[in-house]
């Protein structure tokens, strides 16, 4: 799933690749890289 968030976030594709963060969070929530990644996104 990393390689899709990486593969959106690339492409510039915000909506999905949040999508995908929010749901791989839910599997892993102490992925503090995706974590760091989700709240950039939400920042910005």
Do not use: C, H, T, W
Not at 19 to 42: A, C, H, R, T
């Amino acid at each position: 799933m990393k390689d899709a968030i990486f593969f959106y976030r690339e492409s510039g594709n915000r909506e999905k690749e949040i999508e995908l963060l929010k749901q791989y969070l839910k599997v892993d929530p102490e992925d503090f890289e995706m974590q760091s990644m989700l709240d950039e996104e939400l920042d910005y």
